[in-house]
């Protein structure tokens, strides 16, 4: 429980543990633009040598994560090649086109997955063709906002089409270490696909605030100083970090924990009448079903489970989504199905 309601809306409703509390109370800080802040260089440099890149930027959020390696991968006018259902497309309301300047390049995909002959062939091949725009980055997610994960055989495929034609790889791993978790390898498997890779502390690694960009140490320089452009220059964020620390060293190995409650959710939804789940697009911590012959609407499933303390949200694109994280138990979990089956 979060506040003494069940929350599934999302895993970025996980608030801090006692543990990061105490981390943040006596953390060293110090001015960061300065870099005197000796806690956000560790985190920094944690999170390098855990992707096995050379540097790190600490962010205040994901999409800024993601709009900096933008920015700073790419000039104005440039394509980015990405999903056209992708994160960077649909929740960071336009702001490729505001900060970047970029052309964002849609791939229609199956499962968040870009066919690779559309990707090859989408990249501009003749930089000397003064009226086409030229290919500046590839970008994609892993795991995906829709709770799948992609192989270490597409994401090698993508890598070496992308050095074919000199193009870096951003990819966008606001949960990399459930993609890690799924495919059971250390997550620099994952991170050796891509020039920089955008990760996020505050979801199911239950830091307030934060994700952090990594890749070489030139590029995080241009990064940070794309960083203070937009007014991400900020100072005794130590505090932050010191969460992120634990976030890092001690919430990763935990995740499991929550695919394994999203698969056993899956399995007892499964069981109550009138909905259709989604049980093959179960892979990390999200559960996704469609209220096929239910007798309450989504709108009318809202309401009565936040009369019954259960917060969720309603359906998208007529597909409802129920997360599980740290602080949703097993037997939270059977108190969910119970209220579901009350009603079907
Ligand atoms: C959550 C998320 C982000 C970043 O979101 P913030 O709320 O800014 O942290 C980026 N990409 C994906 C795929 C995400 O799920």
Partial sequence: MINGSIDLRSDTVTVPTQEMRQAMLTA???????????????????AADMMGKEAGLFMPSGVMSNQIALFTHVQRGQEVILPDNCHIVVHEAGAAA????AQLRTVQNRNGEMPLDVVAHYIRKDPNDIHQPTTGLITYENADSDGQVRSLTYMQ???????????????????????????GVDVKELAQYADSISICLSK?????VGSILVGSREFIAQARRKRKIIGGGMRQIGVLAAAGMIALKEMTKRLYEDHENAAYMAEQLSSVKGLEVYRDRQQINMVFFKLKDYPLSSAELVAYMAENNVIINGEDNGMMRFVT?????????DTVVALMKKRA
């Fill in 325 to 333: 994280h740290k602080y949703v138990s097993k037997d939270e979990i």
């Fill in 204 to 208: 199911g690694l239950c830091a307030p």
């Fill in 28 to 46: 060293p800080v110090g001015d960061d633009v300065y870099g005197d802040d000796t806690t956000a260089k560790a985190l920094e440099q944690l």
């Fill in 98 to 101: 505001i900060i970047a300047g």
């Fill in 157 to 183: 495929n993508i890598k070496s089409l992308a050095e074919q034609y000199n193009i870096p790889i951003h990819l966008d791993g606001a949960r990399i270490f459930n993609a890690a978790t799924v495919l």
